[in-house]
């Protein structure tokens, strides 16, 4: 008996070795290209296209992400980049959070409904470009930062609503029939009850 369960053992650990092994050497296949790039980004010129590859560059330099910031518009892109991701994030947010609730508490749109919004999430944006161009044309939308922040907005609200479902789901609804029977509406009970505790998945 001993001996099986030390052979037990033996293959457990076995496994869990294999297993994260696996793991790690997926990771390392993934996480090559990010790799690649951010050395790429502290080489000299003379390094871009040496062979053998050079991986790590002999003296890192920083002067690329100098000259984005100083001699070209780099400045204004990160700028305009991170003010429109960040106002279609909290827009996103603040339709995603009712509607998730709504679809994990009431069963909103039937069972499939969440399957059907992460489908809209699969679409590729290239096949809507010019049906989108054309009606941002006519209504003015274009080289504008609402019309960049809608279509943004547009396109986060599936995947935040599909991702907001499994988390408000993980929620015991006890707790939050506790705070119905205390007092609290539906509103209320998301927004003292609920949100803090699904706070990592509004991270994600």
Same mark, same amino acid.
């Given at each position: 008996?001993?001996?099986?369960?030390?052979?037990?053992?033996?293959?457990?650990?076995?496994?869990?070795?294999?297993?994260?092994?696996?793991?790690?050497? $997926?990771?390392?296949?993934?996480?090559?290209?990010?790799?690649?790039?951010?050395?790429?980004?502290?080489?000299?010129?003379?390094?871009?296209?040496?062979?053998?590859?050079?991986?790590?560059?002999?003296?890192?330099?920083?002067?690329?992400?100098?000259?984005?910031?100083?001699?070209?518009?780099?400045?204004?892109?990160?700028?305009?980049?991170?003010?429109?991701?960040?106002?279609?994030?909290? $827009?996103?947010?603040?339709?995603?959070?009712?509607?998730?609730?709504?679809?994990?508490?009431?069963?909103?749109?039937?069972?499939?409904?969440?399957?059907?919004?992460?489908?809209?999430?699969?679409?590729?944006?290239?096949?809507? $470009?010019?049906?989108?161009?054309?009606?941002?044309?006519?209504?003015?939308?274009?080289?504008?930062?609402?019309?960049?922040?809608?279509?943004?907005?547009?396109?986060?609200?599936?995947?935040?609503?599909?991702?907001?479902?499994?988390?408000?789901?993980? $929620?015991?609804?006890?707790?939050?029939?506790?705070?119905?029977?205390?007092?609290?509406?539906?509103?209320?009970?998301?927004?003292?009850?609920?949100?803090?505790?699904?706070?990592?998945?509004?991270?994600?």
């Amino acid at each position: 008996r001993m001996n099986g369960v030390s052979k037990y053992l033996v293959q457990r650990q076995v496994g869990m070795f294999l297993t994260y092994a696996g793991i790690v050497v $997926v990771l390392l296949f993934f996480l090559m290209p990010f790799a690649w790039i951010l050395t790429t980004s502290l080489k000299g010129n003379e390094d871009y296209f040496s062979f053998p590859p050079v991986w790590i560059p002999p003296e890192p330099s920083l002067v690329h992400y100098q000259s984005l910031f100083t001699r070209g518009n780099g400045w204004l892109y990160f700028k305009n980049s991170l003010s429109i991701s960040t106002m279609s994030m909290f $827009v996103a947010l603040v339709f995603s959070i009712p509607t998730a609730y709504s679809i994990a508490r009431f069963r909103f749109g039937g069972s499939l409904f969440s399957n059907f919004l992460l489908l809209l999430r699969t679409m590729p944006a290239i096949a809507l $470009v010019l049906p989108i161009y054309v009606l941002y044309s006519k209504l003015g939308l274009t080289n504008h930062y609402f019309g960049l922040i809608l279509l943004y907005t547009v396109f986060y609200i599936p995947f935040a609503v599909w991702l907001l479902i499994g988390f408000i789901r993980d $929620v015991p609804v006890e707790i939050e029939e506790a705070a119905l029977i205390d007092g609290c509406s539906h509103f209320q009970a998301l927004r003292r009850v609920i949100l803090p505790i699904i706070v990592p998945g509004l991270a994600v």
